[in-house]
Antibody, heavy 118, light 107 residues
Framework: EVQLVESGGGLIQPGGSLRLSCAAS????????MGWVRQAPGKGLEWVAI???????FNADSVKGRFTISRDIPKNTLFLQMNSLRADDTAVYYC????????????WGQGALVTVSS | DIQMTQSHSTLSASEGDRVTITCRAS??????LAWYQQRPGKAPKVLIY???TLQSGVPSRFSGSGSGTEFTLTISSLQPEDFATYYC?????????FGGGTKVEIK
């Protein structure tokens, strides 16, 4: 059974850093395209970042230079390192698997809430 | 960037109704479009990809159509569990972008 479990969310002050983790089971992260999508409270969905099976990464302009997507192959885990956090980064962050070679998301985790506030 | 516009933020409908949700792209995306359903407090779930292909396990009352810049998601007979918010997403080019969402609520 495919499963994605996020962890690492919480309350952080503006300017701080946080790392989200997404533990995958039922498939191999390194053979998949994996991404992060966020949803601010009461708002719509916003794509954040993606990593290809070959390791290439792409980020949304809103997080470029601040957020980094990566993976731990032996642990079958996806990460999102978030630096220089701002209030408008407050959101539920979803880890999601993208369909092979296509960039829609066919399986999602339950989400991790990140609140940036002083 | 490609902007995705869902013209109705809310649709009111009754159980058994046929519902059509529209999505417009700011430039042609061929058929590189997916539709998602999100229930309150839950993660999104893909319903349709490549504009009209039903994701495995999704009920056949859901269907998608369109190409280029105009797309529709149709629910042929609304069921109680279909009251939710629906999003379109283009994957023609980066940045990947979503529509603002259409909430289907009980009339």
């Amino acid at each position: 059974e495919v499963q994605l479990v996020e962890s690492g969310g919480g309350l952080i002050q503006p300017g701080g850093s946080l790392r989200l983790s997404c533990a995958a089971s039922g498939f191999t992260v390194s053979r998949s395209y994996m991404g992060w999508v966020r949803q601010a409270p009461g708002k719509g969905l916003e794509w954040v970042a993606i990593i290809y099976s070959a390791g290439d990464t792409f980020n949304a302009d809103s997080v470029k230079g601040r957020f980094t997507i990566s993976r731990d192959i032996p642990k079958n885990t996806l990460f999102l390192q978030m630096n220089s956090l701002r209030a408008d980064d407050t959101a539920v962050y979803y880890c999601a698997r993208a369909s092979t070679n296509w960039l829609y998301f066919d399986f999602w985790g339950q989400g991790a809430l990140v609140t940036v506030s002083s | 960037d490609i902007q995705m516009t869902q013209s109705h933020s809310t649709l009111s409908a009754s159980e058994g109704d046929r519902v059509t949700i529209t999505c417009r792209a700011s430039q042609s995306i061929n058929t590189w479009l997916a539709w998602y359903q999100q229930r309150p407090g839950k993660a999104p779930k893909v319903l349709i990809y490549k504009a009209s292909t039903l994701q495995s396990g999704v009920p056949s009352r859901f269907s998608g159509s369109g190409s280029g810049t105009e797309f529709t998601l149709t629910i042929s007979s609304l069921q109680p569990e279909d009251f939710a918010t629906y999003y379109c997403q283009q994957y023609n080019s980066y940045p990947l972008t979503f529509g603002g969402g259409t909430k289907v609520e009980i009339k």
